[in-house]
T-cell receptor, first 112, second 116 residues
Framework: NAGVTQTPKFQVLKTGQSMTLQCAQD?????MSWYRQDPGMGLRLIHY???????DQGEVPNGYNVSRSTTEDFPLRLLSAAPSQTSVYFC???????????FGPGTRLLVL | KQEVTQIPAALSVPEGENLVLNCSFT??????LQWFRQDPGKGLTSLLL?????REQTSGRLNASLDKSSGRSTLYIAASQPGDSATYLC???????????????FGKGTKLSVKP
């Protein structure tokens, strides 16, 4: 199993540009989540999904959209990038029974 | 609101020492608590998961305990090695967080440095 994969690893955007961060898992997990990690703030939940077709907002959802059309994929869209969205983004997944969360390697995003 | 605190924020120890990392949380309504390790520039690696009904979990030189009533968990590392140097994160899966079982509330971590 590849586990949780994320692309790209690093991205530079200009203010106002849009982009999609990709996340995929091959463990057939129901739950998938997006977190951002900022110095001094720790990891904060952006959006999450409890299954295909079901998504909901986390603690810091503004400026981000998600969709979950398949169990495997959970992309995160930045609609109009802002410097405040400069961060490291992590995707995670877990199954209902075990509960352990597995994290991807992260995407470093710099918005100029 | 659930808050997770980790003390100390940074710790430096000589190789071979046994050490304890602390994690506290304000609301005992949790499903489980998970300890992670994060190396610089890398993702999070799960170390141990303790369900709310459990008192401790062990994996190799690591032992994690949970006292849900007092809102505390400890991660004990025996015979520390330079390769243990990393940031250790504690996270709880809170019963009322986001209306789902799938999400975590994180502490800010303890940065551990083990010197040869």
């Amino acid at each position: 199993n590849a586990g949780v994969t994320q692309t790209p690893k690093f991205q530079v955007l200009k203010t106002g540009q849009s982009m999609t961060l990709q996340c995929a898992q091959d463990m057939n997990h129901e739950y998938m989540s997006w977190y951002r990690q900022d110095p001094g703030m720790g990891l904060r939940l952006i959006h999450y999904s409890v299954g295909a077709g079901i998504t909901d907002q986390g603690e810091v959802p503004n400026g981000y959209n998600v969709s979950r059309s398949t169990t495997e994929d959970f992309p995160l869209r930045l609609l109009s990038a802002a410097p405040s969205q400069t961060s490291v983004y992590f995707c995670a997944s877990s199954d209902r029974s075990q509960g352990t969360q597995y994290f991807g390697p992260g995407t470093r995003l710099l918005v100029l | 609101k659930q808050e997770v605190t980790q003390i100390p924020a940074a710790l430096s120890v000589p190789e071979g020492e046994n050490l304890v990392l602390n994690c506290s949380f304000t609301d005992s309504a949790i499903y489980n608590l998970q300890w992670f390790r994060q190396d610089p520039g890398k993702g999070l690696t799960s170390l141990l998961l303790i369900q709310s009904s459990q008192r401790e979990q062990t994996s190799g030189r690591l032992n994690a305990s949970l006292d849900k009533s007092s809102g505390r968990s400890t991660l004990y590392i025996a015979a520390s090695q330079p390769g243990d140097s990393a940031t250790y994160l504690c996270a709880v899966r809170h019963k009322n967080y986001g209306g789902s079982q799938g999400n975590l509330i994180f502490g800010k971590g303890t940065k551990l440095s083990v010197k040869p």
